[in-house]
Structure formats: C-alpha cells, structure tokens
C-alpha cells in the first residue's frame, strides 16, 4: 500500500479530520491532503511523530514484509552504534514475535543475539569510559578496577575467573549433538587451547580433520598451538615453517603464520607475513585483518605514526573496497587515528 493510503487508513481509524492530524503534527491540514493524494510525501522527521500519533512502528507505515523488517533491524544495527531505547523496545518487540514463524525464527533468534549483543556492547563501552575515570582519579582502590576489567575484556589473574570452562561445556555438548558440523570443533578447540588442554584439543582436532569440510590449513595452525600448549615452542615453529613451504601462495596460511608470530611477540615477523597476506588476497572487497594486526603491533612497539598510516589504509580500504561513508566502522577507525595522532604529538 502507498504511504499516502496508509495515512488515510490509519487516520480513519484513529477517528482523526486531517484538520486535527495536521495540528497533532504542527503543520498545515493541506501537507496532510498532500499527502493522501500522493502529490508529496512526509518529511523524514514527522515519521516518528505520525507513528506514535497512530500507535504503530515507522515500520508499519510502509507496509512492509518481516524479511524487509529484519533486513532493516539488521543493517541499522550494522552502522549504528547505538538504537535509541524506543527503537530498541520496538525491534525486540518484533523480533520475539517472528520465533512463532517457522519460516524467520531463525534469522530472528540470530538478531535477538544480535539485538541484545549490540545494547550490552554500547553499555559496555560507557562502563569502561567511565570506570577509566574513576581509575585515573583513585588508581589505588579497587572499586572500578573490576568493572574496567569486565566491560573492556581485561585479563584475569584468578584463573576461577579467567578458565573457558562453562564455554568449553557448551561446545563439547554441540559437538556431540552434531558430529559432522565443523564450526562447533573449531570454538571448541580455540577454548581448548587458551586454557592449555592440549590433550582434549588435540583429541578434538583428529576428529575435525576427518570431517568431509575439514580446512588443512587450520587444522596445522591448531597442531601448531596446540604444541605451544604443551610448551613446546620448537615443535610449534616447525610446524608453522612447514606450512608456509608447502602453501607459498596461500594468503589464509600467511595470516595465520602472521598471527601465530603476533602471538608470540615476534612483530616484524608478523608484520611482513600480514603484509604479504594482504597483497597475496584474491577476494574483493578485502577485509581489514591485516592491516589491523599491523596497527596493533605498532601500537604495541610505540611507532603511534606507523600505526596512524595503517588506519589510514584501514580508511581506504572500507570507503573505496566496502562503499562505506558515514558507518560505524569509518568513525570508529577515524577516532583511533585520531588518538594515535595525538599521542605521536606527546612522544
């Protein structure tokens, strides 16, 4: 349906004149006859106040299907940092009614995850700001510490806090649930060996590399890891070395020998192996991995310029490979740069 018959729909049925819907708006009534003729359209910002006026979602001015509704909710959780608490309530709204559908409860049980990950992290973010502060002006008490320590994924020396295990529970049981799916071993895995089980991991590695859809390079990365987990650093090295020689032009071995050398604080190293990664990757657009581990480890060696020039190919690639301008992702590598840049000014 037009949104101009919309208009009229929803105003009879509110028991609305357009004298009294135009003077609810403040406007003139002939904008809402404009309207409902189809001779021009709403401005973009009287959409919030006609459908609160009406008692239905801006959504539900258009008319529009549940896959164009989760395509919306998605993309603008995907460029904006945070939803307002209206938007919110009403994408959650929306997003529990769609688990009744057999055919969107799943995309829809993805963006719930989505919905309430995208909340927690905003909130996270201010935690941290603001637990960052009351640190810096009582560095000595503990108040805040552990709330810097959660809301910004801060290390753990207690390892009753810092161990994978209800993670590696859960994924065990996945696993099992589901033998030939091989996403589930690779978390899986990954607990594994941060919590340096490497007899579990290695058990659960022979098993993955049997699977049909197994990925040779990954499974040798993980034997690799699985070595350091052992504290067999030797052995671990050998493993990479030889998984280089045999895919010289593998772009997806470069970069996990790039991170396994980030790993180990071998940084040049890791930045010619990103380097070579990046130049050697056939997709398009690229994504910006590398060029972030790069950034990262000259944050880490203190060359703050190095790592300024690296976020201005971070720039380059999201606007000129992913056609992006105004998303989140553009703003938050333009803060980084912009922090980095003034500490190079402090040095």
Same mark, same amino acid.
């Given at each position: 349906?037009?949104?101009?018959?919309?208009?009229?729909?929803?105003?009879?049925?509110?028991?609305?004149? &357009?004298?009294?819907?135009?003077?609810?708006?403040? +406007?003139?009534? &002939?904008?809402? $006859?404009?309207?409902?003729?189809?001779?021009?359209?709403?401005?973009?910002?009287?959409?919030?106040?006609?459908?609160?006026?009406?008692?239905?979602?801006?959504?539900?001015?258009?008319?529009?299907?549940?896959?164009?509704?989760?395509?919306?909710?998605?993309?603008?959780?995907?460029?904006?940092?945070?939803?307002?608490?209206?938007?919110?309530?009403?994408?959650?709204?929306?997003?529990?009614?769609?688990?009744?559908?057999?055919?969107?409860?799943?995309?829809?049980?993805?963006?719930?995850?989505?919905?309430?990950?995208?909340?927690?992290?905003?909130?996270?973010?201010?935690?941290?700001?603001?637990?960052?502060?009351?640190?810096?002006?009582?560095?000595?008490?503990?108040?805040?510490?552990? +709330?810097?320590?959660?809301?910004?994924?801060?290390?753990?020396?207690?390892?009753?806090?810092?161990?994978?295990? $209800?993670?590696?529970?859960?994924?065990?049981?996945?696993?099992?649930?589901?033998?030939?799916?091989?996403?589930?071993?690779?978390?899986?895995?990954?607990?594994?060996?941060?919590?340096?089980?490497?007899?579990?991991?290695?058990?659960?590695?022979?098993?993955? $590399?049997?699977?049909?859809?197994?990925?040779?390079?990954?499974?040798?990365?993980?034997?690799?890891?699985?070595?350091?987990?052992?504290?067999?650093?030797?052995?671990?090295?050998?493993? +990479?070395?030889?998984?280089? &020689?045999?895919?010289?032009?593998?772009?997806?071995?470069?970069?996990?020998?790039?991170?396994?050398?980030?790993?180990?604080?071998?940084?040049?190293?890791?930045?010619?192996?990103?380097?070579?990664?990046?130049?050697?990757?056939?997709?398009?657009?690229?994504?910006?991995?590398?060029?972030?581990?790069?950034?990262?480890?000259?944050? +880490?060696?203190?060359?703050?310029?190095?790592?300024?020039?690296?976020?201005?190919?971070?720039?380059?690639?999201?606007?000129?490979?992913?056609?992006?301008?105004?998303?989140?992702?553009?703003?938050?590598?333009?803060?980084?740069?912009?922090?980095?840049? $003034?500490?190079?000014?402090?040095?």
């Amino acid at each position: 349906m037009e949104l101009g018959k919309k208009i009229r729909q929803l105003r009879f049925k509110a028991g609305l004149t &357009q004298e009294q819907l135009a003077d609810k708006l403040g +406007i003139g009534p &002939q904008s809402v $006859s404009k309207w409902e003729n189809a001779v021009a359209m709403p401005d973009i910002t009287t959409l919030p106040l006609l459908a609160e006026i009406f008692g239905i979602s801006i959504d539900d001015l258009f008319d529009l299907t549940s896959e164009q509704r989760l395509n919306r909710i998605e993309n603008r959780m995907d460029t904006e940092k945070e939803l307002p608490q209206d938007i919110f309530r009403e994408y959650e709204e929306f997003l529990k009614g769609q688990l009744q559908s057999e055919e969107h409860k799943k995309r829809a049980t993805n963006l719930l995850a989505y919905l309430y990950w995208h909340r927690m992290n905003s909130f996270a973010e201010k935690a941290a700001r603001y637990a960052k502060d009351a640190v810096k002006l009582a560095p000595g008490e503990k108040e805040s510490q552990w +709330i810097l320590q959660k809301a910004a994924g801060h290390a753990a020396w207690d390892w009753n806090i810092s161990n994978h295990t $209800s993670a590696i529970n859960f994924y065990r049981d996945i696993v099992e649930e589901n033998p030939d799916t091989r996403l589930p071993y690779m978390y899986l895995i990954d607990n594994l060996i941060t919590d340096h089980r490497a007899d579990e991991a290695e058990y659960y590695l022979e098993r993955l $590399s049997r699977l049909k859809d197994t990925r040779p390079v990954i499974n040798e990365v993980y034997r690799a890891h699985i070595a350091l987990a052992r504290f067999d650093e030797p052995k671990a090295d050998q493993i +990479i070395e030889n998984l280089l &020689q045999d895919n010289p032009e593998d772009f997806n071995a470069m970069f996990e020998a790039a991170q396994y050398y980030a790993e180990k604080c071998d940084y040049q190293k890791a930045i010619d192996l990103y380097e070579k990664s990046f130049a050697a990757e056939t997709r398009r657009p690229r994504f910006t991995d590398e060029l972030m581990g790069i950034a990262d480890i000259y944050q +880490i060696m203190g060359d703050y310029q190095k790592a300024a020039d690296t976020y201005d190919r971070i720039l380059d690639l999201l606007k000129n490979e992913w056609g992006m301008t105004e998303d989140t992702a553009i703003k938050d590598a333009e803060k980084i740069k912009a922090e980095l840049l $003034s500490k190079t000014k402090q040095a």
